[in-house]
């Protein structure tokens, strides 16, 4: 959540938002990170989350008209990349552009969901590859009668992979933008 809203702050973003489809044991710490780092630059920052989303009918339904009502331009991040080519999708469907209006972020870094998507996605590398090697440590250890860890191990993400949906400044004149 840090990195996405470094990146947006960076841009010149002031407007934020976080958008979720589904609950996912990450959703609580990825808001976290984005509202300590976002919030206070922010002149509005909101947080949306609907759990109960199963198509993509219901996400527009639910997020096209939230949307509409939020300032632009407007940074968002969002839980993952999978919500974040269905929010590109709402925003391009009720006319707003991306990510000239609407930047997006991201997270995962799914390559085949980020670089496919008709506006690729800029994404936060979780280093899924860094995951597997503690992952497998740790069982060796538990395997060799090692203690299991006191706490969850945290791994921290690599990098924020830059692509089009957030690769702009923001401006308030849509044709400067």
């Known amino acids: 959540g840090r990195l996405a809203a470094e990146h947006l702050i960076e841009r010149g973003f002031r407007h934020f938002a976080f958008f979720s489809f589904f609950p996912h044991y990450a959703l609580d710490g990825r808001i976290a990170g984005f ?10 920052f909101e947080v949306f989350c609907n759990e109960g989303c199963r198509s993509f009918a219901e996400h527009f339904t639910w997020a096209a008209p939230i949307l509409m009502d939020l300032p632009k331009p ?19 469907n009720i006319g707003l552009k991306v ?3 609407v930047a997006v972020v991201g997270c995962d870094n799914e390559l085949s969901t980020c670089d496919l998507a ?18 497998a440590q740790l069982l060796a250890r538990l395997m060799d009668g090692g203690p299991a ?15 089009q949906s957030s690769n702009i400044l ?8």
Do not use: W
């Open 35 to 44: 509202r300590e780092t976002a919030e206070p630059r922010s002149q509005t």
């Open 74 to 92: 407007l940074g968002v991040m969002c839980f993952n990349d999978i919500v974040a080519v269905t929010f590109i999708s709402v925003c391009e």
């Open 118 to 135: 008709p506006v690729p996605v800029s994404s936060v590398d979780v280093d899924f590859d860094r995951y597997g090697f503690e992952a």
């Open 170 to 177: 923001a401006v308030d004149h849509l044709g400067v933008a």
């Open 99 to 101: 990510p000239e209006q």
């Open 149 to 163: 860890p006191a706490e969850p191990v945290r791994i921290p993400p690599k990098e924020l992979v830059v692509r």
